[in-house]
């Protein structure tokens, strides 16, 4: 999936790259005919004259659009990457994760793929062109200059990739260690940045602030690290390298002078021609960094994408919503959790029909909110079966089974964007008179005719912020937009102030009108208006 992207990045570059090398070779080729025609008072020619002219010309462009071409192939990979990995993040379920894991995502989905698209697209086929161009120069040498030079400069070839390679193992475990820290973190500061008024509240924030302070440390160490093994290779690939080439081609230049076999314009051409060998050296200690640093990155998106889904998919199936009244609801001695220890809900059994209102309650961590994920089918039982209308969710999809399903949580998200696009996230086409309609029933309408600019007030992160009454009543228009069969109010109610909670309440009952309805609470005095109240944990 990752290496897909390679080759057609490739092919682009490492063509330019060998079109460059050869104008370049035959361009020094002509020096060395000018410098002969000079010292032997020849005439020059008129094409190479041409030839002086162009190619260093050519040789610039292809430069130049190389470049382009790498920077597009970049963004564009970057762009299918992130695509890839946050669609794999999306379908692997909502299920809690821990912040660890939470900060390895964001760097796979930031970090990592911006690394990964840099050495695929960037580097892979730049650093193959360049390679690939001293065959070429040595080729011309072959045919212009001198076969035996040639032969002698073709042996220093093969010598870069080799110490390369040994750099590379060496570099691999320091790259690792970088790359792990670097998700730790950022898992580090989003855990701390979800938690800061928690973190205030205790007075803690001086004491994580002086953790992630040494945690920032340790990542610039391992930059470091890694920036001095690349100095090194740079310094000595470069200088070892370089000379050496140099050092070989001007002796060559000279013992074949003597013997004859050489004209003086030649041998100054095989040395300009040596040191078109010596590009891989510069560009592999220039790029080191990124090809490192790259690699490692790929390995962690390797794992991210390795994940699989925590439920298997299950099938579509299109339900016909009965155009009043609700779906009925059954779990039939379910048993569930959540794979650590001892399951969350034993042997439970609950039959709900069609437009019935019922009160979930029982103490804090009895299973309640486990039964709104294994209704809306981001858990599977373990035994026994849940059935949402005709669909058991064991065989259906989560797609199929959530059409049927909206859930107003304890807390609403609100994205960056205006009321209008925090609404749409229920109903992505929902025209604007659909939009006021549900504002209105939400009994957010007044409060939406005071906002500056009404539906299309900013909220979120840079706009507005709502108060945990109004983001409630977003939530439960939300809710109205979908048009379930059956509703699920997770403690509507519990984050909000007693002002809020009248007219939340008011807008619940106008939601709860012929729908199946569960209201989960921890509290019998908390609900209202129910049919039943049925308790958890008493009996199991
Ligand atoms: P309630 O909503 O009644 O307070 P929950 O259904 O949220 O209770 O939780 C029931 C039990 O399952 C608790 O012990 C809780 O710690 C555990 N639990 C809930 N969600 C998860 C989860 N995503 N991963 C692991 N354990 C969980
Ligand atoms: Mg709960």
Redesign the pocket.
């Given at each position: 999936m990752l290496a897909a992207t390679a080759r057609s990045a490739a092919v682009v570059p490492i063509l330019l790259a060998l079109v460059s090398a050869a104008a370049l070779a035959v361009f020094f080729v002509l020096v060395g005919h000018v410098l002969d025609a000079i010292v032997f008072r020849d005439a020059l020619t008129g094409p190479v004259v041409t030839g002086l002219i162009l190619l260093p010309l050519v040789a610039v462009a292809c430069t130049l659009l190389s470049s382009r071409f790498s920077a597009r192939a970049t963004s564009a990979t970057e762009r299918r990457l992130r695509g890839l990995v946050l669609g794999h993040v999306f379908g692997l379920g909502v299920?809690?994760r821990p912040a660890a894991a939470s900060g390895r995502l964001v760097s796979a989905a930031t970090t990592d793929v911006e690394k990964a698209s840099a050495y695929r697209a960037g580097f892979v086929g730049p650093i193959a062109g360049t390679m690939a161009g001293p065959v070429l120069v040595i080729v011309v040498i072959g045919l212009a200059v001198d076969v035996v030079s040639a032969l002698w400069l073709a042996i220093a070839i093969p010598v870069i990739p080799l110490v390369v390679g040994g750099f590379q193992r060496a570099f691999r475990t320091v790259s690792g260690s970088y790359r792990r820290s670097t998700a730790m973190l950022s898992g580090a500061f989003l855990e701390a940045v979800q938690g800061l008024s928690t973190l205030v509240l205790h007075r803690a924030e001086g004491r994580t602030g002086r953790d992630l302070a040494a945690r920032g440390e340790d990542n610039r160490r391992q930059v470091m690290r890694l920036l001095a093994v690349n100095q090194l290779l740079i310094l000595v690939v470069d200088a070892a390298f370089s000379l050496g080439t140099l050092a070989l081609a001007a002796t060559l230049a000279v013992v074949r002078l003597l013997d004859g076999t050489l004209t003086p314009g030649t041998a100054v051409a095989l040395v300009l021609l040596s040191t078109l060998l010596t590009g891989p050296a510069d560009i592999v200690g220039q790029f080191f960094y990124i090809g490192a640093t790259g690699r490692a990155a790929e390995r962690g998106l390797s794992g991210v994408l390795a994940e699989r889904p925590s439920l298997p998919a299950g099938s579509a199936v299109r339900v016909d919503r009965p155009s009043v009244g609700g779906l009925p609801i059954e779990l039939d001695r379910v048993t569930a959790g959540?794979g650590?220890g001892a399951p969350?809900l034993r042997d439970l059994s609950l039959s709900i029909s069609a437009g019935e209102h019922v009160a979930l309650v029982?103490p804090?961590?009895?299973?309640?909110?486990?039964v709104a994920a294994l209704l809306s089918r981001h858990l599977l039982p373990e035994s026994g079966a849940v059935r949402v209308g005709p669909l058991d969710t064991r065989d259906a999809s989560g797609e199929s089974v959530r059409s049927l399903i909206a859930v107003v949580d304890q807390q609403t998200t609100l994205f960056t964007g205006s009321i209008a696009d925090n609404l749409r996230v229920a109903k992505s086409d929902a025209t604007d008179a659909e939009l006021v309609a549900a504002v209105d029933a939400a009994g957010l309408g007044a409060d939406v005719a005071r906002m500056p600019l009404g539906l299309d007030t900013p909220v979120g992160e840079r706009g507005l912020s709502l108060s945990g009454g109004q983001a409630q009543r977003v939530a439960i228009a939300r809710a109205l937009l979908r048009d379930t069969p059956i509703v699920i109010l997770d403690e509507p109610t519990s984050q909000v102030d007693l002002a809020s909670e009248a007219a939340i309440i008011e807008a619940l009952r106008t939601l709860s009108r012929d729908r199946t309805v569960i209201t989960i609470a921890h509290r019998a005095s908390a609900i209202r208006d129910v049919d039943r109240v049925i308790e958890l944990g008493a009996s199991s």
């Open positions: 299920m809690r959540y650590d969350a029982g804090s961590g009895v299973g309640k909110s486990t």
